[in-house]
C-alpha cells in the first residue's frame, strides 16, 4: 500500500515518515518543488510543502500540486500532517485534501501526541498540562493560537462541517465505537475530531476505523494515528501469509493476554488436551494429530491461529506423579509437553499449505522446542519489540530467516501479546 502524506514543514515531515517506519513501511520525504524519484522502494512519501504561514495563493499551488504528485504516484491514502499545537493553514489543507480525495471524504483529526505531551479531552487540546491557548502557541507572531478548542479552531479556516466525538464516547468495544463514529458523519460532519488520551487509545481509533467502509478517510494528526491507521490498512492487504501463536506458560499473565488476544481478534484457539500431551504412550501422538487437524482449518479462515495448554480456567495436572507413574523425571514430563506443542507448530509450518509469516512462541522451554526439532542453530536478534520481549529470525535448520517473537509467560500487561502480533503482522 502507498501512503502520500502532505506536511507544512521538514521536522513535522521527518518525523512522521520516522514513525511509519517503525511500523514497517519505507519513507521517504521530499521538498514540494521537486519531482518524485522512481524508487519501487518507497511506499510512504512525505511532501514538505513549507506552507504553514503561506498565502493562500501560495497554499494553493504548493498543496495543490504536491496532491497532484502523490495522486500520479499511486498513492491508495492520503494524510495530513499537522503541527502539534495547530499553529498554520490546518482547516485550509484540510479542505484542499478532500477535495481531491473524493467529494464523500471525511477528515479524521486526532491531534493528540502523548509521547510529546500533547493530549485532547473534551475536544481541547492540552499541551504539557496546559491549555494550548496558554501556551506559547498563543505568541505565534503569525497565526496565533487563542483557543484550545480544537474543532472550533479548525471551523474558523474550513468550509465544512465539524464534529467531536469526546472521551465519554469512547469505547473499547469496536462497533459501538463505529456506530458513534458513522452517527457523526450521518449528520453531515465531514471533518470530525477525537479525543485521546493515551497511545492505547490512538491505536484503538486506529484499528478501528481501519474498519470503516462507508467513506474514504483522510488521517489529519501529528503523526502517531496516521502511522498507525496505515499501518492497520495496509494488513488488510492480505498475502495470505499466516501467523502461527504458541503459548505454553501456564500462568495468570498468559491467560489474560491470551483471552484479550482472542476477543479482539475473534478467533477461537486450539487447546490440546494437556494431559495427554504430558503422557508417554499412543496418545501423545493421536492428541497431536487432532490438533494438527483442528488448526488448519483455523489457518484457513484466520491469519492468526493460536496453540495453547493455557485455558481461560487454568488447568493444573501433577506432574510430579504423572512423573512417579511413567518412572521418568520431572523435567522429562514438562519437555513431552512443549516438545508436543513445538511439533504442532512445526507441521503446520509444514502441512497446512499456507506460507508462514511468522511465529509467537511465550515460554523458553517452548520455544527451545522448537528450534531443537526445526534443527536450527539459534536465533538472529533484531528488535526489542517490548521489554523482554525480543523479536528475530531463526538461524540454520529448515526454517532459516522465519521471523519469531519470543516472549516470558510472566511478562506484560494484557495487551501485550496482542500488540506482539500488531508488531509482527508489520514486518
Sequence with gaps: MKVGIIADDLTGANATGVRLSENGFHPA????YNDLLEDENTDVIIIDTDSRYASEKVLDHRVGG????????????????????LRGNVGKEIDLILQAVDENAVAVVVPSFPDSARI?????????????HRTDAANDPITPITSSYVPGIISSQTNH???????????????????????LVD?????????????????????????YQEHQLVPVDPGPFTSLYAKYKANQVSDDKKILVTVGSATKVSEQQLVYLIDRL???????????????????????????????????????????TNEENLVLIDIKQIAADNDVTPDRVAKRITDGLATITKRLIDESGHDIKGCYVSGGDVTASLASITLASGIRLIDEVGP?????????????GLPLITKGGMIGQRETLYEAIQYLKSK
Design 120 to 132: 485532547t479531552v473534551g475536544g481541547y487540546l492540552i499541551v504539557d498540562s496546559l491549555p494550548l
Design 29 to 32: 520525504t521530499y521538498f514540494h
Design 388 to 400: 523482554l520481549i525480543a523479536y528475530g529470525h531463526l538461524l540454520g535448520g529448515k526454517y532459516e
Design 187 to 211: 449528520q453531515g460532519n465531514k471533518v470530525i475530531v477525537l479525543d485521546a488520551v493515551t497511545n492505547r487509545d490512538i491505536e484503538f481509533i486506529a484499528e478501528a476505523l481501519s474498519q
Design 66 to 85: 504536491a496532491l497532484t504528485k502523490l495522486k500520479g504516484w499511486g498513492a491508495d491514502l492520503l494524510a495530513k500532517r499537522v503541527d502539534s499545537t
Design 266 to 308: 475473534k478467533i477461537k484457539p486450539v487447546i490440546p488436551n494437556i494431559k495427554k500431551l504430558a503422557s508417554f504412550g499412543g496418545a501423545w501422538h493421536d492428541e497431536i494429530d487432532k490438533a494438527v487437524k483442528k488448526a488448519k482449518r483455523r489457518m484457513d479462515k484466520n491469519e492468526v491461529t493460536v496453540i495453547t
Design 161 to 183: 462541517q465539524v464534529g467531536v466525538m469526546t472521551i465519554n464516547d469512547m469505547t473499547e468495544d469496536c462497533q459501538t465505537f463505529l456506530e458513534h463514529f458513522k452517527h
